[in-house]
């Protein structure tokens, strides 16, 4: 492992910071305007390797020989980009749940200060938590994160070049060609078959190479179990039970969600009981070793130890607490509980972004809100402001265990990584509060909404669930059946998955599955190298970063033109 010095650079903070600015703006216009927010990871890395490239050319025609001048390396890029990203995650979590309030109440009055202050708590409980949890999920449980996989090994190959460079860009090439004329130019359908009519059901095949990459790189069962997922939800409960006269379809769509989010908050318990709870206390008392000071934080080249000793985490929820209650008026109450709750779903964002490479955070969010709802009296700003703190959380927290993933595999530190996330974080909670509130105070409050300026669709979601959990028995039975499917070792979050999630989706990336069970069989030398993950990263990395890059253009034409 290089030195930590090599690696957590004040060129590469700058790179990273600047990068997030844009990167954060970019993806809170992105989410309100497109009702979607791809992950960002791919872009970021190599934006942050040709850019510290560029500076250190720069630095080492004016200087030669001397510090300024010197090269860059793959875990200086690592963690500059971790930097950016975390911002945009941030961004995510604070567009898909603050314009709910005004969808419900355009007069209502929140401040800069609230939102940002809902942010940045979201932030240290983010921090906090991957730090206890990432040695379970990166190193012991092993789990694939197909997004962090490809980012890393999109990272490698633009370092490198060679063979699978050319097999990675042209696979992007490829992916982000078909994302353009889907998306900027409408020259190709969202989804095939969308013609098939299924009362309930939004049947069809997603045209997207970065979910059937996704269901490449996740395996055959995971997928599988989503497949499942899907089917028990869409065509049991929706269209099998209203067939049989159980209920109707609004009903059913109301069983099926409150499942959903039950199997996923009980797969989350599981997660808490049977790790975070049992290795808290280890992971709280690190014991480096006198080698370990001098390499940066790292007892070990895989970094095994806790990312920061974590003597200060106490301090640092009561002021949380602190702050929901006194500072964001959301009572005693309301704050203990969302405090409690977001070490389960924030569990549940890691396991989810592991095993499947999605992480719906404001599914996260409203199921602290949901859970509170069932306890406490809540209503109003202050349940959006419960759910944008647990949203960003889980979007904060996927976003790092993405790139520990990376840094895992790159043998970067994770004390660099997680300094950098901090700071990317502390960034796109400033800058996330600022736009909103920016956009809020050009457009109007009522500019968002269907077929409005801002579509805001998963602040939509959220304002139309703010009143409860559609359907409590299903809620409760779905928790206990994730709970105890996660302890007997099941891929239970993609079952909660496939439940939650529209069908189309479930099956585009069984089909990817699919492709990799026939490739193993056909093919096997060239799928059991990299060649076939190289391949699969590419058509993820393509489309993502053509998603970022139209972000880009419509947020300065939307800020320059007004549109």
């Known amino acids: 492992?290089?030195?930590?010095?090599?690696?957590?650079?004040?060129?590469?903070?700058?790179?990273?910071?600047?990068?997030?600015?844009?990167?954060?703006?970019?993806?809170?216009?992105?989410?309100?305007?497109?009702?979607?927010?791809?992950?960002?990871?791919?872009?970021?890395?190599?934006?942050?390797?040709?850019?510290?490239?560029?500076?250190?050319?720069?630095?080492?025609?004016?200087?030669?020989?001397?510090?300024?001048?010197?090269?860059?390396?793959?875990?200086?890029?690592?963690?500059?980009?971790?930097v950016m990203t975390a911002g945009a995650m941030v961004a995510g979590g604070l567009a898909f749940t603050i314009p709910g309030i005004y969808l419900l109440d355009p007069a209502a009055d929140v401040s800069v200060l609230s939102i940002m202050l809902c942010a940045l708590c979201g932030v240290v409980l983010g921090c906090i938590g991957t730090a206890l949890m990432r040695r379970h999920f990166i190193e012991d449980s092993a789990l694939p994160f197909p997004i962090g996989t490809?980012?890393?090994?999109?990272?490698?190959?633009?370092?490198?070049?060679?063979?699978?460079?050319?097999?990675?860009?042209a696979a992007m090439g490829v992916s982000g060609a078909f994302g353009v004329a889907r998306d900027a130019l409408a020259a190709l359908p969202s989804i095939l078959f969308s013609w098939v009519s299924i009362p309930g059901v939004r049947f069809g095949i997603y045209c997207s190479p970065m979910a059937l990459a996704m269901g490449f790189l996740i395996g055959v069962v995971p997928a599988l179990v989503w497949l499942v997922g899907g089917l028990v939800g869409d065509f049991g409960i929706v269209?099998?039970?209203?067939?049989?006269?159980?209920?109707?379809?609004?009903?059913?769509?109301?069983?099926?969600?409150?499942?959903?989010?039950?199997?996923?908050?009980?797969?989350?318990?599981?997660?808490?009981?049977?790790?975070v709870a049992a290795k808290a206390v280890t992971l709280l008392r690190?014991?480096?070793?006198?080698?370990?000071?001098?390499?940066?934080?790292?007892?070990?080249?895989?970094?095994?130890?806790?990312?920061?000793?974590?003597?200060?985490?106490?301090?640092?929820?009561?002021?949380?607490?602190?702050?929901?209650?006194?500072?964001?008026?959301?009572?005693?109450?309301?704050?203990?509980?969302?405090?409690?709750?977001?070490?389960?779903?924030?569990?549940?964002?890691?396991?989810?972004?592991?095993?499947?490479?999605?992480?719906?955070?404001?599914?996260?969010?409203?199921?602290?809100?949901?859970?509170?709802?069932?306890?406490?009296?809540?209503?109003?700003?202050?349940?959006?402001?419960?759910?944008?703190?647990?949203?960003?959380?889980?979007?904060?927290?996927?976003?790092?265990?993405?790139?520990?993933?990376?840094?895992?595999?790159?043998?970067?530190?994770?004390?660099?990584?997680?300094?950098?996330?901090?700071?990317?974080?502390?960034?796109?909670?400033?800058?996330?509060?600022?736009?909103?509130?920016?956009?809020?105070?050009?457009?109007?409050p009522e500019s968002f909404g269907p077929e409005k300026q801002f579509v805001a669709a998963q602040a939509s979601a959220v304002s139309a669930l703010v009143g409860g959990i559609p359907n409590l028995p299903a809620f409760g039975i779905g928790a206990a059946s994730g709970l105890v499917l996660y302890l007997l070792g099941a891929p239970v979050i993609t079952l909660g998955l496939?439940?939650?999630?529209?069908?189309?989706?479930?099956?585009?990336?069984?089909?990817?599955?699919a492709a990799r069970f026939v490739s193993e069989r056909v093919a096997p030398r060239w799928t059991r190298s990299e060649n076939s993950t190289v391949l699969a990263s590419g058509l993820l990395a393509g489309e993502s970063i053509v998603g970022i890059l139209i972000a880009l253009v419509f947020f300065f034409g939307g800020m320059l033109g007004g549109a």
């Open 1 to 82: 492992m290089r030195p930590f010095r090599e690696q957590f650079t004040l060129r590469g903070l700058v790179v990273g910071a600047v990068g997030c600015v844009i990167i954060t703006a970019s993806s809170v216009y992105l989410a309100l305007k497109l009702g979607a927010l791809p992950w960002p990871i791919f872009f970021v890395v190599l934006f942050a390797l040709f850019a510290l490239k560029a500076l250190a050319r720069v630095g080492a025609r004016r200087r030669r020989g001397s510090p300024g001048g010197r090269d860059t390396n793959i875990n200086e890029a690592n963690v500059s980009a971790t």
């Open 239 to 275: 269209v099998g039970m209203t067939a049989l006269g159980v209920w109707d379809t609004d009903f059913a769509q109301g069983v099926k969600l409150s499942l959903g989010i039950g199997v996923m908050i009980g797969c989350g318990i599981g997660i808490v009981v049977k790790v």
């Open 286 to 444: 690190p014991t480096p070793t006198a080698s370990s000071s001098r390499k940066g934080g790292a007892s070990d080249q895989r970094g095994r130890r806790a990312t920061l000793p974590l003597r200060w985490a106490p301090f640092a929820v009561a002021g949380v607490f602190a702050i929901m209650a006194a500072l964001l008026g959301l009572g005693v109450v309301e704050s203990l509980l969302c405090v409690a709750l977001v070490w389960v779903v924030m569990a549940m964002a890691a396991q989810c972004t592991g095993q499947a490479g999605l992480n719906p955070m404001e599914v996260f969010g409203l199921v602290v809100l949901l859970t509170i709802t069932i306890v406490s009296r809540i209503g109003g700003v202050e349940a959006f402001l419960v759910t944008a703190v647990a949203t960003v959380c889980c979007g904060f927290v996927g976003d790092l265990m993405n790139d520990f993933k990376a840094g895992h595999l790159l043998k970067t530190s994770p004390r660099a990584q997680w300094l950098g996330e901090a700071i990317g974080g502390i960034v796109g909670a400033v800058v996330g509060a600022a736009v909103i509130a920016v956009l809020i105070t050009v457009y109007g």
């Open 150 to 169: 490809g980012a890393a090994k999109t990272l490698v190959a633009g370092d490198t070049g060679g063979r699978k460079a050319i097999l990675l860009f």
């Open 498 to 513: 496939g439940i939650y999630l529209p069908f189309y989706l479930s099956l585009t990336v069984a089909l990817g599955a």
